[in-house]
């Protein structure tokens, strides 16, 4: 793989610079700045371009000036992502609440879909992952640890009241596959309790779970004043997997007991 200073000297030769005019334009650039740090010397341009020395942040900012780089680009070509920031700051939790300083102007790029099947009904809870007809790119950076094409995805439907007030009609549900089994305890609050995405013979559906025998019992949350739904397992029913994320809408005009 090409090493970052012979890319550097590439750009440099296509746009017919000497090492000289190099230097004099970046006395040009410590001169305006008053830093003599952006100033790269014929010696130092050799040594980035030839032996592989790592140039400051400034001379890397006076180098991008002068050949029209992208900065972001040059970064990339030695190993630094910034499309990664956000990404790499969740390795380091912080426990007081804070604001997040990355910018979303551009940098980097995550998945997103971008066209839906026209079929789609959203009144109905159902498994948007097969909803999806088309995806493209976003430039969103505070989004860029997010793998979106390979999660799966549900919508719960506008008229969809089973987990309320946990779950929002409209809501946007990430489903992790690889926990589809029920869990029968060991959690402590109702907000501990694993939530199900499932589909059945009539669609789809989101709920406690828990297994009688040969029975799946979808339970409802007490508030939304829903039935359980009950079916044969795993004749009837099949679980997708556990939601693991959801994005929801707080200003929902209509509630359960104006519902019908």
């Not at 879909?113 to 959203?122: E, K, N, R, V």
């Not at 297994?211 to 997708?240: G, K, R, W």
Request: hydrophobic share 40%.
């Amino acid at each position: 793989m090409e090493e970052a200073g012979q890319k550097l000297k590439r750009v440099r030769e296509r746009l017919g610079l000497r090492y000289r005019d190099v230097e004099e334009a970046s006395l040009r650039i410590a001169e305006k700045y008053r830093n003599p740090e952006y100033a790269i010397a014929l010696s130092r341009l050799a040594d980035i371009e030839n032996k592989g020395t790592l140039p400051s942040l400034y001379r890397l900012y006076s180098l991008c000036a002068i050949y029209r780089l992208d900065l972001t680009e040059a970064l990339e070509w030695y190993g630094i992502e910034l499309s990664n920031l956000a990404a790499d700051s969740a390795l380091v939790p912080i426990e007081k609440t804070h604001v997040i300083g990355f910018g979303v102007n551009g940098q980097g790029s995550v998945q997103i879909p971008l066209s839906l099947d026209p079929g789609l009904d959203l009144t109905r809870t159902t498994y948007l992952s097969r909803m999806i007809q088309k995806w493209g790119k976003l430039p969103l950076m505070l989004l860029s640890n997010v793998d979106l094409k390979n999660h799966r995805y549900g919508y719960i439907g506008t008229d969809d009241w089973t987990m309320y007030p946990l779950i929002m009609p409209g809501s946007l549900v990430v489903i992790d596959e690889t926990r589809r089994k029920i869990a029968s305890g060991g959690w402590a609050s109702e907000f501990e309790r694993p939530i199900y995405f499932l589909e059945h013979r009539g669609g789809y559906a989101c709920g406690w779970c828990y297994l009688t025998e040969n029975q799946l019992v979808i339970q409802p949350h007490p508030a939304s004043m829903c039935p359980p739904a009950i079916f044969s397992y795993p004749d009837e029913v099949d679980v997708i997997g556990q939601v693991s994320g959801l994005a929801m809408r707080l200003d929902l005009e209509r509630k359960p007991n104006t519902r019908f």
